[in-house]
């Protein structure tokens, strides 16, 4: 008699099961791809991706929790998101967030019959208010590049720069992260335009918290780099005249080339309005000491130093 009580109390015990069990044929969710943790323009929001395997997923669960990373704590249900075939991206805005407070949260899928799989990896932050957007972004397009600058921040650990080539749109994601307050953007494309905003940010954790935009600033890259001066530049004096030769400019395209001239020991004028395509040009001065100078210009209009050589005439 004891020993049928004491196995009925067996069973008893055994069969206290908060949930009921899986049935067998039940396929649960893998974890979703890609978790982070984001704050772009001050509003913090989770961001991941489907699993690749979909095993019946229906929607994605979000869960939340205040306190620290390993301590223990129950999360709570912030919200739930349906699973859409052709969506490659899904997030979740984070609302409420506290000053100084610690935040904890963690995705999982759910399938058809309401059953959750693994969850993703838990995304700490601490929140903290967002720094104010940097002021006076000032740049200039040069060669191949572009040069940024903008006022300090105060309160900032550094700065996200997002670029976008018009008619794009800005990306969701900062092109490049700094911690001054100036960057040079190279190996551009001279003559296309690029167009910049920054934001300052907060380092919490693993997470940039970001603020506001500063305004937008478009710019072009041009070629300022003037081409060499000409070679083997020589002044030959004729009976009715001056005869200037050079060789030609051929490290770098050329648009041609500009003739000064002035008396020895004065200014130099350009004889030339437009520029010459030849690599040589006859003169025809008043009588006395003279100085010739020949410069390249390239095709953005930069002009080079000048080539030098004089006579008397």
């Avoid at 019946?56 to 390993?70: A, D, E, H, S, T």
């Avoid at 805005?93 to 693994?118: A, C, H, M, P, T």
């Avoid at 972004?137 to 670029?163: F, M, T």
């Avoid at 969701?172 to 910049?196: I, Q």
Wanted: net charge neutral.
């Amino acid at each position: 008699m004891r020993r049928l009580i004491l196995l009925l109390i067996l069973l008893l015990v055994g069969c206290g099961v908060k949930k009921p069990p899986l049935p067998p044929d039940v396929l649960l969710p893998d974890p979703p791809r890609e978790a982070k943790l984001k704050v772009r323009e001050g509003v913090a929001f989770l961001e991941w991706k489907a699993p690749k395997a979909k095993k019946g997923l229906f929607g994605f669960k979000v869960l939340g929790r205040r306190g620290c990373p390993g301590c223990p704590g129950d999360f709570s249900e912030l919200g739930f998101l349906s699973y859409e075939e052709n969506k490659e991206v899904y997030q979740f805005v984070l609302s409420d967030l506290k000053e100084g407070e610690i935040y904890i949260f963690q995705i999982k899928g759910v399938n058809r019959w309401g059953y959750e799989g693994r969850g993703s990896e838990e995304l700490n932050l601490l929140w903290e208010s967002p720094p104010l957007p940097p002021s006076d972004l000032k740049g200039q397009g040069r060669d191949k590049k572009v040069v940024l600058e903008w006022k300090k921040v105060s309160g900032a650990s550094g700065y996200a720069i997002y670029r976008r080539l018009p008619p794009s749109p800005f990306p969701s994601d900062p092109s490049f992260y700094v911690k001054e307050e100036g960057f040079v953007d190279d190996n551009l494309e001279n003559g296309k335009t690029y167009c910049y905003v920054v934001r300052s940010f907060k380092e919490s954790g693993r997470v940039p918290i970001e603020g506001k935009s500063s305004s937008e600033i478009c710019l072009v890259p041009r070629d300022d780099s003037p081409p060499p001066p000409p070679l083997g530049f020589v002044v030959l004096r004729e009976r009715e005249g001056v005869l200037l030769r050079w060789f030609p400019v051929v490290s770098e395209p050329i648009k041609g080339y500009h003739v000064y001239r002035g008396r020895c020991e004065g200014k130099l004028e350009r004889l030339t309005e437009e520029v010459i395509a030849e690599t040589s040009f006859y003169d025809k001065p008043e009588r006395g000491c003279w100085v010739y100078g020949i410069s390249a210009v390239d095709l953005a209009g930069n002009e080079s130093e000048k080539a030098l050589g004089s006579t008397t005439f």
